[in-house]
Nanobody
Framework: QVQPVESGGGLVQTGGSLRLSCAAS????????MGWFRQAPGKEREFVGA????????NYADTVKGRFTIFRGNAKDTMYLQMNSLKPEDTAVYYC?????????????????WGQGTQVTVSS
């Protein structure tokens, strides 16, 4: 079992940048797909992006493509979500999730392990 733990949320102005972290607690991310999801108040949870841990291959939602980047850090089993050119509509609780296997799933119900979430607020 792997337990993702997010950190790095906060308040930022429109156009600013923020980096979220997701660290592994319990075991390595090896052989997992790691995803980022977000949920804004009154809205459904939505896919942000994912990375196949062993290969580094990523995919992104169209709403964040070109602005957000997922990458593996030098620290063992730490994933990052670099968010640039932030917009007020990016305001949400961001969650890190993990699923075993290699498919870059975009549906939340395909992920087995979830972090507690971290709040990102973008002011206009």
């Amino acid at each position: 079992q792997v337990q993702p733990v997010e950190s790095g949320g906060g308040l930022v102005q429109t156009g600013g940048s923020l980096r979220l972290s997701c660290a592994a607690s319990g075991r390595t991310f090896s052989n997992f797909v790691m995803g980022w999801f977000r949920q804004a108040p009154g809205k459904e949870r939505e896919f942000v992006g994912a990375i196949r841990w062993n290969t580094g291959v990523t995919n992104y939602a169209d709403t964040v493509k070109g602005r957000f980047t997922i990458f593996r850090g030098n620290a063992k089993d730490t994933m990052y979500l670099q968010m640039n050119s932030l917009k007020p509509e990016d305001t949400a609780v961001y969650y890190c999730a993990a699923r075993q296997g290699t498919r870059l799933a975009i549906q939340g119900n395909e992920y087995d392990y979830w972090g507690q979430g971290t709040q990102v607020t973008v002011s206009s």
